[in-house]
Each structure stands twice: as C-alpha cells, then as structure tokens.
C-alpha cells in the first residue's frame, strides 16, 4: 500500500521557521517527482513547490519563494518542506503530494496542519 | 500566477449532466495539454479524476470527461449521482514550470 506521511506541523510565531516532513513508503520514491500543495481552512488548493528526480530542478509558488526550500532524500524516501519567515496567511494543511508523470498528481497524503499566529 | 478560474457552484438532479469549466491564460491552460481534474470530498484529500485534459486513471468513471477549447478547460459528469457531491479543482502546467490550481467548484447534487 502506497503511503504519504507528512508530520512537522504545528503553531509557529510570525517570522518564525518550521520543518515538514514526509515520509514514502509502498512505491520507488527515488523515480517520483514531488510536490506540496496546501489548503488553508475553508478554502481552494494552492501548488507551493515541486522537486524532480534527483532534487536538481525544484519550482516555487510566487507567495513562497525566497522563504520556503523544498528538498528530497531518496535514501531516506522522504520529502522536505523548510518554511522560514511565517506569515499568518502561510496557515493551511499542508499536504504531501505524488506526481503522476503526465503532469498530475495522483497520490495525496492526508497532511500536516500548520497555523502561523502570535 | 493567478489561480485559474472556476465558477464557485454548480447544482444538478441526478441523472442529469453537468459541466464545470476551468478557464486560464495561452500561458498555462492554453499552452499546454496538461490539465488535470481533482475531486475532493469534506474532511478529505483530493483525489485525481482526469489527466492531460481528457485521461481518466484507472478506477474512475467513465460517467467523469474532459475535454478543452483554446484558454478554457471543462469536466463533465454525466448521470450525476449522489456521491458525486463534493468540490472540484482544475490544475495547469505553467510555462514558467509551475503549477497552478482553480478556485475550485462546489457540486451540488439536488
């Protein structure tokens, strides 16, 4: 069985930084490109970042770069998200996300909740 | 990037067809044949119901299509049923290498 395990969330100060996690496991994650999409309560889905293979070509959302890394350890089958400088609009579930090879994302994990408040 | 844009609702009996578009810029939706289609039920991940515009994955209805004209893309669900009830998100390929999701549609099902 395929699974996408994000941990790392939590309640953070502005400015403040934060570290999700993911962890692979059921599929060959080294010959999967990756992405964080997140949700803030109540609201549609944003794209935030993507990496490919071997963590060469990574892509950001404009609301995110220049503050938030994403990264991949295939030895490890897990993916990264390094958020720094917070905001309160950066809440949301955050999710783990699988890419499909045709450009689409078809395995989600159930996502990690981040909330930016003083 | 703006997101894309979809209408906030849409309502049908079921049995009936509905059609939800997606509409973006020669820069996204437009330019490339990578669109895709997400289902997503309440408390729920999303789950993937169309590829490159019209693929449907394995275990998706056939009752589930897509199709895309010049900037605007669409899902059409046809026979709707209950369980379809739910929100949908169109997403775009970027030429600067992004992604970028609709504003999503809720789907009510009368």
């Known amino acids: 069985e395929v699974q996408l395990v994000e941990s790392g969330g939590g309640l953070v100060q502005p400015g403040k930084s934060l570290r999700l996690s993911c962890a692979v496991s059921g599929l060959t994650f080294k010959d999967s490109a990756m992405h964080w999409v997140r949700q803030a309560p109540g609201k549609g889905l944003e794209w935030v970042s993507s990496?490919?293979?071997?963590?060469?070509?990574?892509d950001y959302a404009d609301f995110v770069r220049g503050r938030f890394t994403i990264s991949r350890d295939n030895a490890k089958s897990s993916l990264y998200l390094q958020m720094n400088s917070l905001r309160p609009e950066d809440t949301a579930l955050y999710y783990c996300t699988k890419d499909d090879g045709h450009f689409a994302i078809d395995i989600w994990g159930q996502g990690t909740m981040v909330t930016v408040s003083s | 990037q703006s997101a894309l844009t979809q209408p906030a609702s849409v309502s049908g009996s079921p049995g009936q067809s509905i059609a939800i578009s997606c509409t973006g810029t020669s820069s996204d939706v437009g330019g490339y044949n990578y669109v895709s289609w997400y289902q997503q039920h309440p408390g729920k991940a999303p789950q993937l119901i169309i590829y490159e515009v019209s693929n449907r994955p394995s275990g998706v209805s056939s009752r589930f299509s897509g199709s895309k004209s010049g900037n605007t893309a669409s899902l059409t669900i046809s026979g709707l049923q209950t369980e379809d009830e739910a929100d949908y998100y169109c997403?775009?390929?970027?030429?600067?290498?992004?992604?970028?999701f609709g504003g999503g549609t809720k789907l009510t099902v009368l």
């Open positions: 990496i490919n293979l071997n963590n060469v070509a990574v």
């Open positions: 997403n775009s390929y970027t030429n600067k290498n992004t992604r970028v």
